[in-house]
């Protein structure tokens, strides 16, 4: 059984590279001096290119079944996709602006520059001991704190533009959605490893995010 789902975890991650990959190149090539489909392809590649460092020694620890083998492999995998993810909600933010940017924009923008500030420096901590097989947990907890109230903002954002843009009109869900999923991730994985599984609708989500742009 455990061979099963580690088989349909490779067969999902990479139809989900491949995937979120294809959108973001094709948002590239159909942008014709658009502006919010030229920053969509941008954050699309953004997101699957810091994923694919961190899932790609995920599928080789459960071909070889070794994941001592790969442990300095995943562990720099997610240190980068941590930031990686930081940096495609700061820009999802410019996009949230560019269909209109809300009262004290500029006061936001600050704020969500100095939250994934705050984010990438904590990631980039050697206390996070990225390397264990069991990182601190109260490193998790305090690195995802900036993590999770810059995702509230974006959030808000999308939220109060959802009528203005019907493209994106749920944009705010999806985000809402995915830390809904990740949550439990960051505050039980540790103690129960099968809560990791969350991981797969959370990337789902992040698919209906990047689908959702084609229509910018």
């Not at 067969?11 to 989900?16: E, N, P």
């Not at 904590?122 to 704190?145: M, S, T, V």
């Not at 999770?148 to 974006?154: E, H």
Request: net charge positive; hydrophobic share 55%; aromatic share 18%.
């Amino acid at each position: 059984m455990k061979r099963m789902f580690g088989w349909v975890e490779i067969g999902f991650d990479i139809i989900y590279l491949v995937v979120a990959f294809s959108i973001g190149l094709f948002l590239l090539i159909t942008m014709n001096d658009n502006i919010l489909r030229l920053l969509s392809s941008i954050m699309a590649f953004v997101l699957v290119g810091g994923d694919f460092f961190h899932l790609l020694p995920r599928i080789q620890t459960i071909l070889s079944k070794d994941e001592s083998r790969f442990r300095r492999a995943l562990g720099r995998g997610k240190k980068i996709t941590s930031i990686t993810m930081t940096l495609f909600y700061v820009l999802m933010w410019y996009l949230g602006l560019m269909i209109k940017a809300p009262l004290y924009s500029e006061i936001l923008t600050i704020i969500v520059y100095a939250l994934a500030f705050i984010r990438i420096i904590l990631c980039l901590l050697p206390q996070n001991k990225w390397d264990d097989r069991y990182p601190p947990f109260k490193w998790g907890i305090l690195r995802n704190i900036p993590f999770f109230i810059l995702g509230l903002v974006v959030a808000y954002l999308f939220f109060i533009n959802s009528s203005i843009n019907l493209s994106v009109s749920f944009m705010w869900l999806a985000i809402l959605l995915s830390y809904g999923f990740y949550l439990p991730v960051v505050l039980y994985a540790n103690q129960y490893p099968k809560i990791g599984m969350l991981m797969l609708p959370k990337t789902s989500v992040y698919i209906w995010m990047l689908w959702m742009f084609l229509s910018l």
